[in-house]
């Protein structure tokens, strides 16, 4: 089953609420109280895209990527339960008491006791995610390198709508910006050389957009996991491209911290580091596509 126009509208603009009205490490609560298992069970591909975008547009540190990964491993999300991947966890952590690991060797669960939470600081603090230490020695298995593989792929998927969401809400607020400043008594915005850049920036968020949806489409396929690394190939790119566009058009002002526009280029880079970089994906699909002799599906622009 999936969701009609009026119904995908009625969620992302439900999401958005609890997103901005609750703090980051009560938001995986919020959601579940309100129904997010039954969401995601109807329609796994509009639920988490949905989710996934309005926390990037919102900059929120909301743990989308714990929604997405643990429906990726198959696991029902419960308010009590945080993922660790790559030894980082987002800020549901505070709140949990049972943690899903996952890595390529498969997914294990480890109880709260066992694992030391620090601050994990660095690029962007307020995304607050934290460095998780486990000390169990024997965790309990759950899943397989299959269903690590399908978890993965899940959090990029989510990682690209995340990226794209920020990317698009900088190229709303540049827009926004553009219509408002003038210069020799004409608004920056009709200028051809700030046209042509953020129509560049539009292009590559509409062809992460198309590269995420196709990699949903065929998720249960063979393509699946290597379609999951180009939709957030393809949405780091458009970030990268919205943090230098977006910038640039705005000027001096986007240098100071008061205007604020550092946060979004902060947060976006980030998020695309997370789970592998698109430069260090696309390298790694390039060398898939060598040595297997074939190309994925492109993405479906419609």
């Known amino acids: 089953?999936?969701?009609?126009?009026?119904?995908?509208?009625?969620?992302?603009?439900?999401?958005?609420?609890t997103i901005d009205s609750s703090e980051p490490a009560v938001v995986l609560a919020s959601l579940i109280a309100e129904g997010w298992n039954e969401l995601?069970?109807?329609?796994?591909?509009?639920?988490?895209?949905?989710?996934?975008?309005?926390?990037?547009?919102?900059?929120?540190?909301?743990?989308?990527?714990?929604?997405?990964?643990?429906?990726?491993?198959?696991?029902?999300?419960?308010?009590e339960t945080a993922v660790i991947v790559d030894g980082l966890a987002t800020a549901s952590a505070e709140q949990a008491n049972r943690f899903v690991c996952i890595s390529e060797d498969g997914v294990s669960t480890v109880d709260g006791a066992a694992v030391e939470l620090q601050p994990a600081g660095g690029l962007d603090p307020a995304l607050q995610m934290k460095e998780a230490t486990i000390s169990d020695p024997?965790?309990?298995?759950?899943?397989?390198?299959?269903?690590?593989?399908?978890?993965?792929?899940?959090?990029?998927?989510?990682?690209?709508?995340?990226?794209?969401?920020a990317s698009e809400q900088m190229l709303d607020d540049t827009l926004a910006y553009v219509s408002e400043r003038h210069q020799y008594g004409r608004a920056i915005g009709s200028f051809q050389t700030v046209k042509h850049r953020l129509a560049d920036v539009k292009v590559a968020i509409t062809a992460a957009r198309a590269g995420t949806r196709t990699s949903w489409e065929h998720?249960?396929?063979?393509?699946?996991?290597?379609?999951?690394?180009?939709?957030?190939?393809?949405?780091?790119?458009?970030?990268?491209?919205?943090?230098?566009?977006?910038?640039?058009?705005?000027?001096?002002?986007?240098?100071?911290?008061?205007?604020?526009?550092?946060?979004?280029?902060?947060?976006?880079?980030?998020?695309?580091?997370?789970?592998?970089?698109?430069?260090?994906?696309?390298?790694?699909?390039?060398?898939?596509?060598?040595q297997q002799r074939s190309l994925p599906r492109a993405p479906q622009l419609y």
């Open 219 to 290: 998720a249960d396929t063979p393509d699946g996991e290597i379609l999951a690394m180009a939709a957030k190939c393809l949405a780091g790119r458009a970030q990268e491209l919205a943090s230098v566009h977006c910038f640039q058009v705005h000027g001096g002002i986007a240098f100071t911290a008061e205007h604020g526009f550092q946060n979004w280029v902060r947060r976006g880079f980030l998020l695309d580091l997370l789970l592998g970089g698109h430069e260090a994906l696309a390298r790694e699909i390039g060398q898939r596509i060598i």
């Open 1 to 17: 089953m999936s969701f009609d126009p009026s119904e995908l509208e009625l969620v992302r603009s439900s999401l958005r609420h």
């Open 40 to 79: 995601v069970e109807t329609d796994p591909a509009a639920a988490v895209t949905a989710l996934c975008e309005q926390a990037g547009a919102a900059r929120s540190a909301a743990p989308a990527l714990d929604l997405a990964m643990l429906w990726g491993a198959g696991i029902c999300a419960d308010s």
């Open 138 to 165: 024997n965790p309990s298995i759950i899943g397989d390198a299959g269903g690590a593989a399908r978890a993965i792929a899940a959090g990029r998927r989510g990682l690209a709508s995340q990226l794209v969401g």
